[in-house]
């Protein structure tokens, strides 16, 4: 299933209670500030998509 959400500033803390996703593409939206350490709890993600972002923290 694929889920399409377009968001804009920082990226929410909450996506780190995503449930199973494999992907997670956040490179056609409007981000910016640091990411979230939550996403990295997320232990069924396969491939994260942070292309032409300009995040102030390193991962």
Same mark, same amino acid.
């Given at each position: 299933? $694929?889920?399409a959400v377009f968001l804009a500033g920082e990226i929410p803390t909450e996506m !780190? &209670?995503?449930q &199973?996703?494999?992907y997670l593409a956040l490179n056609s939206n409007n #981000? $910016? !500030?640091s990411i979230p350490s939550t996403i990295f709890n997320i232990s069924t993600i396969t491939r994260i $998509? #942070?292309?032409e972002k300009?995040?102030?923290d390193h991962l």
């Open positions: 299933m $694929t889920w !780190g &209670n995503l &199973n996703p494999d #981000l $910016t !500030g $998509t #942070l292309a300009q995040f102030s």
